[in-house]
């Protein structure tokens, strides 16, 4: 006689044979939920290191092919340009890939130490210095003191801003101006990015920090987007006890406004 028909002649038994069966199966699901979850943070953590290797070189091969030719015309600089925005903007789409398997796994871990936030916006600037280069933006610095003190944790709010930056030097066309402004209320920093692109249309703004969602606005200089940065950002600030919102104004483009806490 087989189990099932055994327990059969015995509703009680057969209803407990049930929710064992239950149990055992969604255990089997638990365990290959888990396995998957472990073979996709594997896969991005290979994307993070394998794949940025080839494109770190094919960057200085670039920088070493300008540097040793001797006359450059003015459409095979704008092939080498192209090339640098393709390159750099597959790197921080690596990097974006990296922070989202972070969030995934919650491997996240906030660690407050001490630092001049002025410092750490003026390198998140420097880390876009060639795409600002190749665009011949003007980035503006309105700055209400010289150093701004912070407690919170200093990777984490560079990556803030330099999702923000990012945004905003994709979507600038060539020689327009990018406006950085920071100032103080109270025991809140104020950071505000403004660029002068085209913007972002209103029925879009709720797919703002939803992941892999993209807009229809198109990058000025063919650079590539997952639709990961401002998602990944909306979590830090969470964990940063901070805020960003975007405001509309009348000027053109995107005034992005972030908040954080001096401690």
Do not use: C, W
Request: proline content about 2%.
């Amino acid at each position: 006689m087989t189990k099932q028909r055994f327990y059969s002649n015995f509703p009680s038994l057969n209803s407990q044979y049930s929710l064992m069966n239950d149990r055992m199966n969604i255990d089997e699901l638990k365990s290959e939920l888990e396995q998957i979850k472990d073979e996709k943070y594997n896969l991005l953590k290979l994307v993070n290191h394998d794949i940025r290797s080839p494109f770190n070189r094919i960057f200085a091969l670039l920088q070493l092919f300008e540097m040793e030719s001797r006359e450059i015309t003015a459409q095979q600089k704008e092939y080498i340009d192209s090339m640098y925005l393709s390159i750099l903007s597959g790197l921080e789409m690596i990097t974006n890939l990296r922070d989202m398997r972070e969030i995934d796994a919650d491997y996240v871990e906030i660690d407050k130490t001490k630092f001049d936030l002025v410092n750490t916006i003026k390198k998140a600037i420097r880390s876009f210095s060639k795409q600002i280069e190749v665009k011949n933006l003007n980035i503006k610095t309105e700055f209400a003191f010289e150093n701004a003190p912070i407690t919170s944790d200093e990777y984490f709010v560079q990556r803030v801003i330099e999702n923000v930056l990012s945004n905003a030097i994709k979507f600038s066309k060539e020689e327009k101006e990018i406006s950085l402004r920071l100032n103080q209320n109270d025991d809140t920093y104020i950071f505000e990015i403004q660029d002068f692109g085209d913007g972002i249309k209103v029925e879009e703004e709720y797919l703002l920090y939803q992941k892999f969602k993209k807009l229809s606005s198109v990058a000025t200089g063919g650079e590539g987007s997952l639709g990961l940065g401002l998602h990944n950002t909306i979590y830090f600030l969470n964990k940063l006890h901070g805020k960003i919102k975007l405001h509309r104004n009348d000027l053109p483009g995107s005034l992005f406004i972030i908040q954080l806490p001096v401690e």
